[in-house]
């Protein structure tokens, strides 16, 4: 079993939808959670980060953690053209792991 | 702020050449890391340094080596490149010392071995 899981996509969504993009995790030890953003030819760029269970909120994004379910999920209200890209979630064990992402495509 | 930087962006190798890749964060970071990015793998860290001073290896060290040349500079060289040290590699840094802490990405090398 990978250590952090994501379905490769691509998830397609219209313009103006809720896009959610999902991550699970196989350490019941870790303690943070990272969401990075990644256009293609381009680097990772940190969109999110969140500790405790629950929702974060920062803009169109928000974040939801629930640790017993071992589950990180990123929603992205009203989505965009620009916000197609490859979204990474990471995971902090005793080591930041990454999925191999999701790539988003956000159509007019 | 320039954040992270790095040097150069593309590099062709012949197999059996060496490099050394440069980079450089200007945020006062104390930690330092080095991962390579291949299609279907995601991000595997190579080496990181922790603090000025220490290096450790990551998950796909074998083939590299690295100097925290001081707490600005993190190099990664590349004795005998091989074809399978194809690939696009990042440079990051982070604010805390440690592997769990949200890290800051430069814009990448891309380098091909033939």
């Known amino acids: 079993q990978k250590e952090v899981e994501q379905n490769s996509g691509p998830l397609s969504v219209p313009e103006g939808a809720i896009a959610s993009l999902n991550c699970t995790y196989s350490d019941r030890g870790s303690q943070s959670f990272f969401w990075y953003r990644q256009y293609s030819g381009k680097s990772p760029e940190l969109i999110m980060f969140i500790y405790s269970n629950g929702d974060k909120e920062d803009g169109r994004f928000t974040a939801q953690l629930n640790k017993a379910s071992q589950y990180v999920s990123l929603l992205i209200r009203d989505s965009q053209p620009s916000d197609s890209a490859t979204y990474l979630c990471a995971v902090n064990t005793d080591k930041l792991i990454f999925g191999t992402g999701t790539r988003l495509q956000v159509f007019p | 702020n320039a954040g992270v930087t790095q040097t150069p962006k593309f590099q062709v190798l012949k197999t059996g050449q060496s490099m050394t890749l440069q980079c450089a964060q200007d945020m006062n970071h104390n930690s330092m890391y080095w991962y390579r990015q291949d299609p279907g793998m995601g991000l595997r860290l190579i080496y990181y340094s922790a603090s000025e001073g220490t290096t450790d290896k990551g998950e796909v060290p074998n083939g590299y080596n690295v100097s925290r040349l001081n707490k600005r500079e993190f190099s990664l060289r590349l004795e005998s490149a091989a074809p399978s040290q194809t690939s696009v590699y990042f440079c990051?840094?982070?604010?805390?010392?440690?592997?769990?802490?949200?890290?800051?990405f430069g814009p990448g090398t891309r380098l091909t071995v033939t």
């Open positions: 990051a840094s982070s604010t805390a010392s440690g592997l769990g802490y949200e890290q800051y």
